[in-house]
């Protein structure tokens, strides 16, 4: 089987943003901690994983199908500072400087268009997908053809979630992560779900129950609060779920022959990490290309870590 990876642009920032220290900056002082944390993992990808084939998706600042269903969706999330914001340009300076597309569209967020492009993929007889990201809402796209990878800390090498992986952290199935929503709900995206409905309740309800439908065509053999919990708000239960649930038919069409891996530029991207002050990279450019004046770096534990 030959590998897709799609990167989840904006997981990916956040988490570089939020895990390396503000003292990353040009010579010029522009911050750039996110867009050396993203460059980072984007050349362990590269370098390590060696994908066939690869892309990148991020959100755009605009409001989606969502905040049009739920104008309370993600209300109650800090703004993000500035200074992350500011380095979104230059990480997609360094995306297309490896000549790697970037799909994007209106109206959806990333988590959709990376749905898309893997259920796409999935009628492809020789392809596995895997999406990388810290998000684990993603885990309700797992199948045997798609699987979730998650950065870890330190010189672990990502973390890679199989429908058993999925049942085994969560002890449900990754169809049911959506229906998990719709009962506990998600604070970070201001998604109700059932107050009073915690993930034990939940899970426990979807192990025995399946999914929502199952829940509430046996609603009369739950008793107490519960029972009159799950209720009382049936209709956030399942409105929730559908805010949750990562659509897989936005409109777009994944392009695999402009998604293959090959060598890049490594003389452009030195010039880039130079301007950026990233010189601790440039000796990971040369593993990826097959330049007979390249010297090879064999994968090694510090090529695994995150940064």
């Known amino acids: 089987m030959k590998k897709l990876i799609l990167i989840d642009g904006n997981a990916v920032i956040h988490r570089a943003f939020h895990g390396l220290p ?22 362990n990808i590269l370098n390590v994983e060696k994908p066939e084939y690869i892309a990148v998706s991020f959100d755009l600042a605009k409001k989606t ?6 104008k309370e969706y993600k ?18 300076e360094v995306v297309k400087a490896f000549q790697i597309p970037i799909y994007e569209i209106e109206g959806f967020e990333a988590d959709d268009v990376l749905g898309t492009l893997a259920k796409q993929a999935e009628k492809k007889e020789d392809i596995m997908t895997y999406i990388f990201t810290g998000d684990m809402d993603i885990l309700q796209l797992v199948t045997e053809r798609t699987n979730a990878m998650t950065p870890t800390k330190g010189l672990q090498p990502p973390k890679v979630y199989t429908p058993e992986e999925v049942v085994k952290k969560w002890g449900l199935k990754p169809s049911q ?12 995206d201001n998604i109700k779900g059932v107050p009073g409905i915690g993930p034990k309740t939940a ?20 008793n107490g609060s519960v029972h009159d919990k799950l209720e009382k708000d049936k209709e956030s239960a399942f409105f929730s779920r559908r805010l949750a649930t990562i659509v ?4 777009m069409t994944l392009d695999l022959e402009e998604c293959k891996t090959h060598e ?9 990490f130079l301007s950026l002050n990233f010189k601790s990279l440039l000796g990971r450019l040369t593993a990826f290309n097959n330049h007979s004046d390249t010297q090879k770096i064999e994968d090694s534990p510090t090529q695994q870590s995150l940064f």
Do not use: C, W
């Open 22 to 43: 503000p003292t990353f900056r040009t010579p010029e002082g522009e911050l750039v901690n996110a867009v050396y944390g993203f460059s980072s993992i984007l050349l």
């Open 65 to 70: 199908f969502r905040h049009e269903e739920y």
């Open 75 to 92: 209300a109650t999330r800090k703004k993000a500072p500035d200074e992350l914001y500011a380095q979104f340009a230059r990480v997609k």
């Open 177 to 188: 992560v959506v229906d998990m929503k719709g009962l506990q709900g998600d604070s970070s």
């Open 203 to 222: 899970q426990t309800l979807l192990q025995k129950y399946g999914d929502l439908e199952g829940i509430y065509k046996h609603l009369d053999k739950i």
């Open 248 to 251: 897989t038919d936005v409109p």
């Open 264 to 272: 890049y530029d490594q003389d452009k991207i030195a010039e880039l």
